[in-house]
């Protein structure tokens, strides 16, 4: 065999692993780190909160009433000043201390938008779930249809409105160089974009179980959580689950429309001893 044929042969078969054997994921992802549905038992308190929307002083001041963070200069009152110059989850540690040992927080959902500080609140949420790490507590955020906005790239479509501005505008600020703008931080392998992908669809905390906003009456659960997780992997926020009608994070018959069954029919889909928690809200 000439060197030129082993040559060519051994081209073919680098294309060929490449194509066929190699992973074609668009992005990967631990699921045994990071969970399609996250589950914590024996908790002793559980904690949940939804739709915050930017709003970080209502946020600060849910967590101080709930007993989760408390200020490390009682004296000192974190203003506006300070929240515009948060230039990442670290900067909260000058602030708040962690208190919340064994809890458990449920963030569900919507975290993002119409307020102003939509950056500043997910960079509060990681500095939560930093320091509950290291003292037993955990902290769980499940993704809205408003981060589902962020992944589709919608928010940068809508932001003629002021609602989504605000977004755009609250990632700017922690800017310090062009190349690391809002695009950039949302992207895959920006740090506020692999935060975002490795978040649960849903979550069970004892005997409840916490969505955004619903599960369809009838819906194969175990196929809902396979089709998140192709998402993800494919990077394809488009797709049904993320995105469609009747998506974890969208689904509306829940709220304004439900009939008096739906909760029960939405019920069967799981144990008859687990509660259920949706947070979605309605303007």
Known sequence: MSSR??????????????????????????????????????????????????????????????????????????TEKEILNIQNSKDFNKYFKYIGVNATIVIVGDLVSRGYFSREVIDLVIFLETEAAKQSGTVITIPGNHEVRILTGEIEKLK????????????????KNKENDYKHMVSKKGIYGKWLRELPMAAIVNDVFFVHAGIKPGQDFKLLVNEYRD????????????????????????????????????????????????????L
């Not at 060929?16 to 308190?45: A, C, Q, W």
């Not at 002083?57 to 963070?69: N, P, Y």
């Not at 974890?248 to 029960?264: E, L, N, V």
Request: proline residues 3%; charged residues 25%; aromatic residues 14%.
């Open 160 to 175: 003629k409105y002021e609602e989504y501005e605000f977004v755009i505008r609250s990632f700017n600020r922690s800017v």
């Open 5 to 78: 044929l082993k040559f060519q042969l051994h081209l073919f078969f680098i294309i060929l692993f490449v194509l066929f054997i190699s992973p074609l994921h668009s992005y990967e992802r631990d699921f045994k780190t990071h969970p399609v549905v996250k589950i914590v038992k024996n908790t002793n308190k559980i904690i949940a909160i939804s739709d915050i929307h930017g709003a970080i002083f209502q946020f600060i001041a849910t967590l101080k009433e709930s007993g989760i963070i408390e200020q490390v200069n009682p004296k000192v009152f974190i």
């Open 231 to 282: 998402s993800i992997l494919n990077d394809d926020y488009e797709s049904e689950v993320f995105n469609g009608k009747f998506s974890p994070m969208w689904i509306r018959k829940t709220g304004k429309k439900r009939s008096k069954d739906y909760g029960g029919k939405m019920k069967k889909n799981f144990s008859k001893s687990l509660k259920m928690l949706i947070a979605i809200t309605w």
